[in-house]
């Protein structure tokens, strides 16, 4: 239900001004102007509005009324004179079950400012005005104790990414502590003290609407839109800064951890592939960089594509970064569910504004779209604070490791708005004595941090790194695809909007089908099914959606037409053949390998926790070719009359022999047709 709670009376209610009029007190300057500013005058107005940090010198001043709605397509991006508006809308966690995925509902609204005044105001000008008193807090700590936190990572990784379930989970935890000071002075303040205190941030910025203040310095864009252009911005790898601030010699030990790199590999090839559901390019990854912040430095990549997707779908497609829920993305939430407490509310969600562009078309994909993150934030209901954080868990993590990245990423929130003491050496060594006054000295210039972060991209596919459209993106392009069908069926991991892009790379004409909608028809005619990757045991019978794969690739391969199964549907295609299934004894989560793929060395992003396996040396059973480890006899591929199957992603940034690899697959399991259609 929509509702438009805009009169000076219910924000009375909310932020209980002390007398009928009043704002809260805003610090003056020795000088009083005959006329209120910008943002005394919002203030006075009574009305809900957003203070937005985008850059060193402004702030933006957005006010408007405010509605609720249901669906994010529901975003009123014109009026009811179909006139084109701005729109600052507040996305919450919930908001995946549009997705069909699983949550802790707690019903928080999908809150929409609707912009009538967009202002910039001189960023030392507001600071002027606003409060700084500190603000005291009580009964302050965390929800879930160390010991309990560290206990649900040793959880996770046992029982959810040791089964199979996925590679990288986010699980919070939040801080929350009593206020008694009225809210929009509370949020008025920390948000001075974020300005001050916090810097590196992609937004900074504060929301008041009716019964809700938000105030945040979010690192991270969750994905942005403009001119045709889709940018994601995912950032992993934590590095907790010692007394004193980060220096190069202490950065270099954080760059140089296996744990941290893959951590941020595993969480670029989740958001390409919503990139790739988005974006008719699939899109490109630069970077990595370096973000570094007061208390944290993060390493980040930008990706990069094209789009004509109404920016409200773009959003829908993208929820949420995989850096605040995991990967694969739907069983993320489910695990999510499984082991946090209670609703995430607005964390981990985005502030998503639409703004009209001056070609703005009739069915609003005319809008710009700029949407950070709902981390690093702080929000206040009903007297009480609460500020959640997560850590991403990965196969070796370490639980008490996890526990101190909580602590360090609350800190950065706390530390700012003084709730703990601030690292003032590290602040005072943050600035370069010999730089304009407020000039940052970035670690990402020395030239050993800058060829570490520049290594990293030695172990990526270069398909994903390059031009699309140059040779030294596609190594291989053959006419294996021109003029024939792809059916991909998804076992939900969208590692396939990945695959498919590939396939069209190749020359094929591709559909994406879901496990529990794939029409049998439509598999029968398709000159190639893919039977695609997904979390899980792949021996799980009871499960509806192994039981549902299990017979698409039973049905293909007996019918003896192309098939090509990817690493679940690569364990069940080996099952079918006679080959043992069995859990691998340390998961293979975003684990890079080079290993033979029938007489070819190739480098292969493995995303398993379960394996076929055979005796040592196997090389044939029956019609069927095994490529396995010669020791272990861990299967990697097979091949037969039609069919071919691989157990890691070729599709993957970490294989970097992919494209080529998927191309001889390809190549052998379409024989069938290929004779058929010369």
């Not at 969750?222 to 004193?244: E, K, L, Q």
């Not at 590999?265 to 699939?282: H, I, P, T, Y």
Request: charged share 25%; net charge negative; with cysteine.
């Amino acid at each position: 239900m929509c509702s438009r709670p805009s009169t000076l009376t219910a924000l009375e209610a909310v932020f209980s001004f002390p007398d009928e009029r009043s704002p809260p007190d805003l610090k003056k300057g020795p000088a009083m102007t005959p006329s209120p500013s910008p943002l005394e005058s919002a203030l006075r107005a009574g009305r809900p509005f957003a203070l937005i940090a985008r850059d060193a010198e402004s702030v933006e001043l957005l006010t408007g009324d405010v509605v609720d709605v249901d669906l994010l397509a529901d975003i009123p991006l014109h009026d009811a004179a179909g006139t084109p508006r701005e729109v600052l809308a507040l996305v919450p966690y919930r908001q995946v079950v549009e997705r069909g995925f699983e949550c802790h509902d707690d019903a928080a609204p999908l809150r929409c400012l609707l912009v009538d005044t967009h202002q910039r105001l001189p960023r030392q000008a507001v600071l002027a005005e606003l409060p700084t008193e500190p603000v005291a807090l009580a009964d302050a700590g965390f929800d879930v104790s160390d010991t309990d936190y560290a206990d649900i990572v040793r959880t996770v990784i046992a029982d959810e990414i040791g089964r199979g379930e996925g590679a990288n989970f986010v699980i919070r935890r939040d801080f929350t502590a009593a206020v008694d000071v009225d809210p929009l002075t509370a949020g008025l303040t920390w948000f001075r003290a974020l300005l001050e205190h916090e810097r590196g941030a992609y937004w900074t910025f504060l929301v008041s609407t009716p019964g809700h203040l938000t105030v945040g310095a979010s690192p991270e864009a969750h994905v942005s839109a403009s001119g045709g252009i889709v940018t994601m911005n995912p950032i992993s790898g934590t590095f907790r800064h010692p007394a004193g601030g980060a220096t190069a010699a202490t950065l270099t030990e954080f760059l140089s951890s296996t744990k941290e790199t893959e951590e941020l590999f595993m969480v670029v090839d989740e958001e390409l592939k919503m990139m790739s559901a988005v974006c008719s390019d699939g899109g490109r990854i630069t970077g990595p960089h370096l973000k570094e912040m007061s208390r944290l430095t993060h390493t980040e990549y930008m990706l990069r594509g094209r789009s004509a997707m109404d920016p409200r779908e773009i959003l829908r497609e993208t929820m949420f970064a995989p850096t605040v829920t995991g990967s694969p993305m739907q069983n993320a939430c489910t695990v999510i569910k499984r082991h946090e407490r209670a609703p995430r509310g607005y964390y981990s969600g985005v502030a998503a504004l639409f703004t009209p562009t001056a070609d703005e078309a009739a069915d609003g994909t005319g809008h710009d779209l700029d949407a950070p993150i709902l981390i690093r934030t702080a929000y206040l209901v009903d007297g009480r604070l609460r500020v959640p954080v997560g850590a991403t868990l990965v196969r070796h993590s370490d639980p008490d490791g996890e526990v101190g990245e909580t602590h360090g990423k609350a800190a950065g929130v706390l530390g700012a708005i003084g709730a703990i003491p601030r690292d003032e050496v590290a602040e005072r060594a943050a600035l370069d004595e010999d730089a304009p006054v407020g000039e940052r000295r970035a670690l990402a210039d020395d030239p050993d941090i800058a060829a570490l972060l520049a290594a990293r991209n030695d172990r990526l596919a270069p398909f994903w790194l390059n031009p699309q459209d140059t040779p030294d993106a596609i190594p291989v392009r053959r006419a294996t695809g021109a003029g024939r069908t792809a059916v991909v069926v998804d076992a939900e991991d969208r590692f396939t909007t990945m695959l498919a892009h590939q396939l069209r790379h190749l020359g094929f004409d591709v559909t994406i089908t879901p496990w529990n909608d794939a029409d049998p028809s439509a598999l029968e005619r398709a000159d190639v099914v893919v039977a695609g990757p997904g979390p899980g045991d792949p021996r799980d019978e009871a499960s509806p959606r192994i039981a549902r794969m299990r017979a698409v690739v039973a049905a293909r391969l007996a019918s003896g037409r192309p098939l090509l199964a990817v690493c679940l549907s690569h364990q069940i295609l080996a099952d079918t053949l006679g080959i043992a299934l069995a859990p691998l004894g340390s998961p293979h989560q975003g684990l890079q390998k080079t290993v033979e793929v029938f007489g070819r060395p190739a480098s292969i992003g493995f995303y398993n926790t379960f394996t076929a396996r055979v005796a040592p040396g196997t090389l044939r059973l029956g019609a069927t070719e095994i490529s396995a480890d010669p020791a272990s006899g861990d299967v990697y591929a097979l091949r037969g009359p039609g069919y071919a199957s691989v157990q890691g992603h070729l599709e993957s940034i970490l294989s970097r022999d992919g494209l080529e690899t998927l191309d001889r697959l390809l190549t052998h399991a379409l024989a069938p047709v290929l004779q058929e259609k010369p």
